[in-house]
């Protein structure tokens, strides 16, 4: 009776007020799961460009399978957590050779793929078939915390499982497309962490077991957070004015991969060389890291011989995908480096 009291209210607000998204106009398995990837650790706004590039390059499965992983990267730079990426590929060959294609349609094969979790796969699993899993995203956490007035920290293993339990228990299994769609939204737009006043005007109200206790902005709780690692890094951009250096991360490390300047690391902070001019430091902040970086300009007529790296142009720098952290320091530099 409760269910079907928040079904018809929630059903109600999502259709009103729900945004119009590329990937919800489809059905296409291939197409959500590419959004579902990208939007993981991206916001919608950036997503849509991205996902838009993704699809008009490689509409199918079988065309990213076949691309090569350089390239993914590169059509993917700026997003961040580059194993996404990876993953992204590796799953889209996945899917060829396991002669999935289109794409697999039961939870267990969706599920296997390198990059899919539970949220994930019943996203794709609800969307694409409209089958009845649940997909629980930060906001559905957020709403179900609030809606059941439960207090045990969602991110660790006995609070996800308490979790399932109760939006299995919720889950419409006769709309499950629907409810997934419905109920991410709303904690996106509405019941988000930051209330307001719209715990006053809301459809769910008299469904809201934290609204009744006066509990709702106190939900959800998060497990302690794990300290942050400072690393220290020093790159060296050499240049020609026409040249300079690069190698590519092959340590099972941040920025596998990818490519980026002559760098060393170093266990402390240093003030470093101080004939060089150090052009900045900047400060780069990860999940559980805070890279403090600086990048130092020689201009020289040659370029030294440094292991592992590699004299490229200038002008071809377009073509290696490169670390986020590396870009945003081009963005400060390129001016000064290319006359
Ligand atoms: S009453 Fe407030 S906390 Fe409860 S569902 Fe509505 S917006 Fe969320």
């Given at each position: 009776m409760l269910?079907s009291?928040?079904?018809?209210?929630?059903?109600?607000?999502y259709?009103?007020?729900?945004?119009?998204?590329?990937?919800?106009?489809?059905?296409?398995?291939?197409?959500?799961?590419?959004?579902?990837?990208?939007?993981q650790?991206?916001?919608?706004?950036?997503?849509?460009?991205?996902?838009?590039?993704?699809?008009?390059?490689?509409?199918?499965?079988e065309?990213?399978?076949?691309?090569?992983?350089?390239e993914?990267?590169?059509e993917w730079?700026?997003?961040?957590?580059?194993?996404?990426?990876r993953?992204?590929?590796?799953?889209?060959?996945?899917?060829v050779?396991?002669?999935?294609?289109?794409?697999?349609?039961r939870?267990?094969?969706?599920?296997?793929?390198?990059?899919?979790?539970?949220y994930?796969?019943?996203?794709?699993?609800?969307?694409?078939?409209?089958?009845?899993?649940p997909?629980?995203?930060?906001?559905?956490?957020?709403?179900?915390?609030?809606?059941m007035?439960?207090?045990?920290?969602?991110?660790?293993?006995?609070?996800?499982?308490?979790?399932?339990?109760q939006?299995?228990?919720?889950?419409?299994?006769?709309?499950?497309?629907?409810?997934?769609?419905?109920?991410?939204?709303?904690g996106?737009?509405?019941?988000?962490?930051?209330?307001?006043?719209?715990?006053?005007?809301c459809?769910?109200?008299?469904c809201?077991?934290?609204?009744?206790?006066?509990?709702?902005?106190?939900?959800?709780?998060?497990?302690?957070?794990p300290?942050?690692?400072?690393?220290?890094?020093t790159?060296?951009?050499?240049?020609?004015?026409?040249?300079?250096?690069?190698?590519?991360?092959?340590?099972?490390?941040?920025?596998?991969?990818?490519y980026?300047?002559?760098?060393?690391?170093?266990?402390?902070?240093?003030?470093?060389?101080?004939?060089?001019k150090?052009?900045?430091?900047?400060?780069?902040?990860?999940?559980?890291?805070r890279?403090?970086?600086?990048?130092?300009?020689?201009?020289v007529?040659?370029?030294?011989?440094?292991?592992?790296?590699?004299?490229?142009?200038?002008?071809?720098?377009?073509?290696?995908?490169?670390?986020?952290?590396?870009?945003?320091?081009?963005?400060?530099?390129?001016?000064?480096?290319r006359?």
């Amino acid at each position: 009776m409760l269910n079907s009291l928040i079904y018809s209210r929630l059903y109600n607000w999502y259709e009103i007020n729900h945004r119009i998204l590329p990937w919800r106009e489809t059905e296409d398995p291939y197409a959500i799961w590419l959004s579902e990837i990208i939007l993981q650790q991206t916001r919608v706004v950036q997503g849509i460009d991205y996902y838009m590039r993704f699809i008009n390059r490689w509409p199918t499965v079988e065309d990213l399978a076949a691309a090569d992983e350089a390239e993914v990267l590169r059509e993917w730079q700026g997003l961040g957590y580059y194993s996404r990426a990876r993953n992204l590929h590796k799953a889209a060959q996945m899917v060829v050779q396991n002669g999935w294609t289109p794409f697999p349609s039961r939870f267990e094969d969706i599920r296997a793929l390198p990059g899919v979790g539970d949220y994930t796969a019943g996203a794709i699993a609800s969307f694409a078939y409209n089958q009845p899993f649940p997909a629980m995203d930060g906001n559905v956490y957020r709403v179900v915390a609030r809606l059941m007035d439960l207090d045990e920290p969602f991110d660790t293993s006995a609070g996800k499982k308490l979790f399932r339990q109760q939006i299995e228990q919720l889950l419409d299994r006769d709309h499950p497309r629907l409810f997934n769609s419905a109920i991410m939204e709303f904690g996106a737009l509405y019941c988000t962490p930051v209330l307001g006043d719209n715990c006053t005007s809301c459809p769910l109200q008299a469904c809201c077991k934290a609204y009744t206790n006066g509990t709702a902005e106190l939900l959800p709780v998060r497990k302690p957070k794990p300290k942050i690692k400072d690393r220290w890094f020093t790159y060296h951009i050499y240049t020609t004015g026409t040249e300079t250096l690069i190698h590519k991360r092959e340590a099972k490390d941040i920025w596998f991969h990818l490519y980026e300047f002559p760098c060393d690391e170093h266990d402390i902070p240093t003030i470093g060389n101080r004939k060089s001019k150090i052009d900045f430091p900047y400060t780069h902040v990860l999940s559980h890291q805070r890279l403090h970086a600086r990048f130092i300009t020689h201009k020289v007529k040659e370029l030294p011989h440094i292991e592992g790296t590699m004299a490229i142009k200038w002008s071809d720098l377009d073509n290696y995908a490169l670390s986020r952290l590396t870009l945003k320091a081009l963005d400060k530099l390129m001016s000064g480096l290319r006359n």
